[in-house]
């Protein structure tokens, strides 16, 4: 038997669009009976949901909602989302609407997400909300901000404790780095296993088009499952990288501990080929330093991250990565993520991939993607800090991916 496969998507009328018309973008229904290999749209009620006359009105996600027995969708409706349900998805009513003048609003609100996930150690459930927003992300152009609060099936209301963080921090970001945007996760992970995975697009509408490649423009990041946790009554998601990328591991090298003031070179880097590999290593004894970690080529070219724990905050800076000529935007600033001021350790997790990094800060606490274009790959790792560097626990990984 073949079962039948639906897909809701967003409508884009380019004509409309030159008229100036607002209702250009309307939601849609089609569907497949030959297990996605052809596609008819549905003839007996599109548009499923009509343009309430906003330009920017797209990127439905819809998913069971089990707790309340119905089908939810929510839709990006230029500055805020809507929630609509179904009983049979082709038949919408709308419910409410969540986050005018809450979070970022530097620029459209595109790609939600939304979905209920249980607390780390607990049996307790919280709705998350995450939110793709162009412009206004973290450290310019494209971003992507969460929210946690509760659904009662209708309403999305935030939870307190997480308003309270909110009216401290502004904007709470799933990734601070310039380049993880519209990302979702997947529904319908087997109970038996139980994650939420999610994957982004690893670029930024500043540059997107204009980044110098030729046979591929853009990739995605590094699969990672999503945590909630809380830590007292705050609510916090953590990402970290899925654990099946271990699978792909060819070659693993333990390096010394290192310590010392000034700049150390890890030795080890040159036995693995670091355009793809996996680095963890912790910090200890951390003073109220800036502590710098450099990779680098025989070209002179560098790409340096690190955690300053003087003011608190990690960076990465990619102004002298390669090349930078093709966007005024790409390297005009250094990308940096809060952290508690003069911590006394730091764990990191870095992937590698050709032309970009992930950084992952105290098991997905904190994580940064950027993406840079070396004319050579990089071959050394270096280390400075100018009161003393120590490092433990370092492991050095080759992946193994054709």
Known sequence: MRFQIIAIYTLHDADKEKRGELDAQTQDLAYSLDDGYTWKKFDQGNPIIKNPGIKDFRDPKVSWDAAHNQWIMVLAAQDKVQFYKSANLKEWEYLSDFGKNIGAHGGVWECPDFFQIKVQGSEEKKWVLIQNLNPGGANGGSGVQYFVGDFDGKTFTLDTEFAKRLGKEKVVWLDYGKDNYAGVTWNNIPDSDGR?????????????????????????????????????????????????????????????????????????????????????????????????????????????????????????????????DFSEKFASVISNADIEKKQKEAVFKIILDKTSIEIFYNNGEKVLTEIFFPSEPFTEISASSKQGIEISNLVLSQININ
């Open 196 to 324: 939420r995975l999610f994957i982004g697009w690893m670029s930024n509408w500043d540059y997107a088009q204009q980044v110098p490649t030729t046979a591929w423009r853009s990739s995605n990041t590094i699969v990672r499952e999503i945590q909630l946790m809380r830590k007292g009554n705050a609510y916090s998601l953590i990402s970290n990288p899925v654990r099946e990328i271990n699978k792909y591991i060819s070659k693993t090298i333990s390096g010394k501990n290192l310590k010392g003031k000034g700049t150390l070179t890890v030795p080890e880097a040159a036995e693995i080929d670091l355009s793809k590999a996996i680095i963890d290593f912790k910090l200890t004894n951390l003073k109220a330093d800036n502590y710098t970690f450099t990779l680098s080529n025989k070209a002179g070219e560098r790409l340096s991250f690190g955690i300053n724990n003087k003011k608190g905050y990690l960076f990465v800076d990619r102004r002298g990565s390669g090349r930078k």
